[in-house]
């Protein structure tokens, strides 16, 4: 399941970059399913990096600082919620500039 | 007897541990991440310490406070000065920093006295020695070493049940990510022993993926956009390239695992160099990545082969071959070790944990020796000590302050961790016998935490488990709702409209949701028909004509671009901002047409033809129950109904007054009169309704359990308890569609038992015998004879048949009150 959960991530990605918003619609539909099978996927495109973040793989450029932010997402954080118990299922794997 | 039990392989770059119980073996997750393996690096910042993945961040930043490939040091007098402590570490404190913390991968109730820890075939006495102490100094009382290529050796004989009843030579190929070892091992009925091994610590898997990169991505990209020197600049710290030398090796290193499998794989670059993006992809030939790291495989063949010369021995005299090590996922080593050595090449075992798995089964026959003693002393330490915990429980915030003060002098260092494994603060010192501690937290979720406090020697003094932070559901500032907020939506089952929940009581505005619908009528174009969005704020479990309508949109086939089809998607948006304005947005995705609305408490939507509908509806209700009181004599309740009905049609008559486009407030009167008298209705009757549907509830469990008294399969038993789990929380939630809903499953499983076998037919015949309203008597007539015919032949195949052909007769009452659950009175939404 993360694999396809991946591919619609890099498909939502792929889309904004070129500024195609026709199918927003659709993919936040799959999203949506996605969560009402108990996955909560987070981008933390943007975000303050900070060491303590273990549900990331950072790849990081230069001086790791205060400053640091996540720059690039190349997969995104996924969290599986069952029985009301959260557990991490995929780490996100980031840049950090 | 007690056996040891418990294995660490703890290795050069990546260390893991494992468990046996009783005949299987365990290999721990890091609870923080998801891997099995730690990787064997400490990064000391200050007051902080960190282990394993977490560390490698501070790799480019802070290497020379980094410690890692410490066990090449191992029985050296070489030490680590690291600045940020001012203090010189030694590889053996190092190393036992490593093993407390796979001491945490294990659950907290285990207690580990026993260790067995693997060790290189290569080390001698004193790197041995070194190995054992840093055991003892992680706190094991009894440290028991074992050779890795043994522990190999042990995987794979324990998961093939292999016997061997002479003499015979077995090779361990063992290539990991950044190192290569080989072993010979002799082995017997009774015994395994390393006879000679020989290795290059600087060969491994990573070299594969800069292959990737160097010599056939670089290239292709280069040649797309007319650079050179490109190899050069991405890993030069200089440029600004850093970065993309990175992506570029997760691509290569994704490369490599699917040319494990393919013959060929596709590389998609979507890249960007010097401000422009790059986007092309190419296709890498599995033969083409074996020619590139083949003279790095044909080195280890080498040494396979020296290592059976130095022995004095004959490829022949090798059995076979066990590969381990992550990088021997890679085909071509496999073909090339078969090619060049001739003999069985066995890559079974998961090359990533077999010596933790093979050192698992050793710890599994090994007897342990120390006793339980120590484990009483340690547990009196945890609650001497004293702490007070101070955060807040419930927030908004994606960040929360965690603040204690420890009042234990034995206490130095504290670790807080996100039980979900999205946090980790590393070890860190107190400050003073305090600690403040921001953490992040995972939006709309319980987040819970786990707070160790430790002592200098970072050994574990006490867990607390019990801190959790809500993150989303309440907060002290902004304003909660009053009343449920719920939106009418057709019950097919039931042949009425219902109310579903969309945000419920208590939620802090700003609220937004999206809800997908399938609608459950067709409306075309030309028809009357209508798709109705009904927002209401009132109770959810009230009937839909109690509550406050706050939003109200009628979609008309006039007003359709396309017909909408029944089952196809609807998509609708609710949003209800901080100043109450409600905004729906509703998108028929068959029709690809939206529909926007903003309604505010100020200019409520009302249509006359709703309340009328409305009243109709509960009218019905309200007179059956009249009817069926009278009947029963319990004229003081009827009374109280006789007023609501009154009320109700002195309602009608007024509305029938009034046009839609009437401006004066004569409306908004009557609908809140309708409101009020609904909501008595409602509380009159909720009690009655809910007790019935529990009553209903009993005797379907009664009958199912009954059945299953007598049910042999296990399977059933199983499903019974999975829907009578969460009973009590359904029968006290008071909604009756919940308590609907598990009957449905409760019968529908009785129904499977019954089904399941042809004699539990037998009852069914007989009670059909009770029924008198066949719709063909002569036909239930003839099928009785036949039934009673089945009976005495013991036919029960026949008489399932029958059962059938009879339970047809009888009179469908569902399907009667759906007919009369007409169009008009839908939602459309389902």
């Known amino acids: 399941m993360t694999e396809i959960i991946n591919q619609v991530f890099a498909l939502d990605l792929k889309m904004k970059k070129d500024n195609n918003d026709s199918l927003n619609r659709y993919v936040d539909r799959i999203y949506h399913e996605f969560e009402a099978m108990g996955f909560q996927i987070v981008n933390p495109i943007g975000q303050a990096y900070r060491n303590e973040m273990t549900d990331v793989e950072a790849n990081i450029i230069g001086d790791l600082s205060r400053k640091s932010k996540i720059t690039k997402v190349l997969k995104p954080v996924i969290y599986q919620v069952e029985n009301n118990e959260t557990r991490l299922l995929q780490k996100g794997i980031v840049i950090v500039e | ?830």
């Open chain 2, 1 to 830: 007897m007690k056996t040891i039990n418990f294995a660490i392989d703890l290795g050069t770059t990546n260390s893991l541990i494992a468990k046996y119980d009783d005949g299987t073996i365990k290999i721990y997750n890091n609870p923080i991440g998801l891997k099995q393996t730690l990787p064997s690096c400490i990064a000391f910042r200050g007051n902080r310490t960190v282990i394993g993945d977490k560390a490698l961040d501070y790799l480019e930043k802070d290497a020379e406070n980094i410690c890692m490939l410490f066990k090449r040091k191992m029985g050296t007098q070489d030490t680590y000065y690291v600045p940020s402590i001012d203090k010189e570490m030694s590889p053996i404190e190092l190393s036992s920093l490593i093993l407390k913390e796979l001491k945490n991968f294990v659950n907290d109730e285990e207690v580990l006295n026993s260790v067995v820890i693997t060790i290189p075939a290569s080390f001698d006495t004193i790197q041995s020695n070194a190995t054992k102490k840093a055991g003892y100094m992680a706190g094991f009382k009894e440290v028991v070493l074992l050779q890795e290529p043994i522990a190999a050796c042990l995987a794979f004989a324990n998961t093939s049940n292999t016997e061997v009843n002479e003499k015979q030579n077995w090779i361990v190929y063992d290539f990991g990510g950044g190192t290569f070892d080989v072993a010979l091992v002799e082995v017997n009925d009774r015994e395994l022993k390393v006879t000679d091994n020989l290795g290059d610590n600087y060969l491994g898997g990573a070299d594969f993926d800069n292959l990737i990169v160097e010599k056939l991505i670089v290239p292709f990209i280069e040649e797309k956009l007319s650079l050179t020197n490109l190899w050069k600049d991405l890993k030069s710290k200089t440029t600004n390239f850093n970065g993309l030398y990175f992506e570029l090796l997760k691509i290569a290193e994704e490369a490599k695992k699917e040319l494990s499998h393919y013959e060929d794989t596709e590389v998609e670059l979507d890249i960007d160099i010097n401000t422009e993006n790059f986007y092309e992809s190419f296709t890498i030939k599995r033969e083409a990545f074996e020619e590139l790291i083949r003279p790095k495989v044909e080195q280890t063949i080498t040494f396979i082969q020296d290592v059976i010369k130095n022995n004095q021995l004959l490829k022949t005299q090798i059995e076979r071959v066990i590969l381990i090590g992550g990088s021997t996922y890679v085909p071509l080593i496999k073909k090339r070790i078969s090619e060049a050595i001739g003999v069985e090449v066995n890559s079974s075992i998961d090359p990533t944990s077999a010596v933790a798995l093979g050192a698992a089964y050793y710890a599994g026959s090994k007897p342990a020796t120390v006793s339980d003693d120590e484990i009483t002393k340690e547990k009196v330490v945890e609650d001497s000590v004293d702490f007070k915990l101070f955060y807040e429980q419930n927030t908004r915030d994606l960040e929360e302050l965690i603040t204690a003060k420890v009042n234990s002098k034995e206490v130095g260092s504290y670790r807080i961790m996100r039980r979900d494994g999205g946090y980790d603060s590393g070890v860190k010192i107190l400050d003073d016998g305090s600690f403040s501690e921001f953490v992040p937290l995972l939006e709309g979720r319980l987040n819970q935490f786990k707070i160790q406090l430790l002592n200098s020697e970072l050994d574990v003094l006490k867990t607390i488990e019990t801190v959790a932070i809500n993150q989303g559901s309440y907060n002290v500032q902004g304003q909660p709702l009053p009343n449920d907020i719920c939106m009418e939506i057709d019950d097919l089952d039931a042949s009425t409209t219902r109310l579903e929940k969309v945000f419920a009581k208590g939620s802090i505005l700003p609220l937004k949701k999206k809800i997908y619908k399938t609608a459950s009528k067709t409306i075309l174009q030309q028809s009357q028909s209508n798709l109705i969005i009904n927002i209401i704020e009132g109770n959810s479990r009230g009937l839909p004509s109690s509550g406050l309508s706050i939003g109200y949109i009628e979609i008309f086939g006039k007003d359709l671009e396309e017909d909408l089809i029944k089952g196809t998607d609807i998509e609708i948006e609710l949003e209800v901002t901080e100043s109450r304005d409600l905004k729906i947005n509703v998108f028929l995705q068959a029709c690809d047409q939206e529909f926007k609305n903003v309604f505010s408490e100020s200019e409520r939507a009302i249509s006359v033809n709703k309340i009328n509908m409305e009243i109709n509806t509960v009218l019905g209700d309200v007179e059956a129950l009249i009817r069926e009181h009278n009947s029963e004599e319990n004229f003081e309740y009827s009374q109280q109904l006789e007023t609501i009905r009154v009320g109700l049609i002195e309602t009608q008559i007024a509305a029938s007054l009034i046009t839609d486009d009437d401006v004066s407030d004569a409306k908004f009167q009557l609908d809140d009169k309708k409101r009020k008298l609904i909501q008595d209705f409602d509380d009159l009757t909720r009690n009655k309704v809910i007790a019935k549907e529990i009553e209903e509830y009993n005797e379907s469990k009664e009958s199912l359990e009954y059945q299953l008294s007598y049910e042999k399969n296990e399977h059933f038993r199983d499903k019974y308890s999975r829907i009578i789990k969460n009973e009590r929380e359904v029968i006290n939630s008071g909604n009756k569609y919940l308590i609907r809903a598990k009957i449905k499953e409760l019968d529908e499983l009785y129904y499977a038992i019954i089904k399941s076998s042809d004699e539990n037919f037998i009852s069914y015949f007989l009670n059909l015998k009770f029924c008198t309203d066949f719709s063909n008597q002569r036909r239930a007539d003839k099928l009785f004879k036949e039934g009673e015919k089945a009976l005495d032949k013991q036919d029960y195949k026949s008489l399932r048949h029958i059962v059938y052909g009879l339970t047809a007769l009888l009179p469908d009452h569902e399907k009667e009150k759906q007919k009369n659950f007409k169009d008009d009175s839908r939602t459309g939404l389902s």
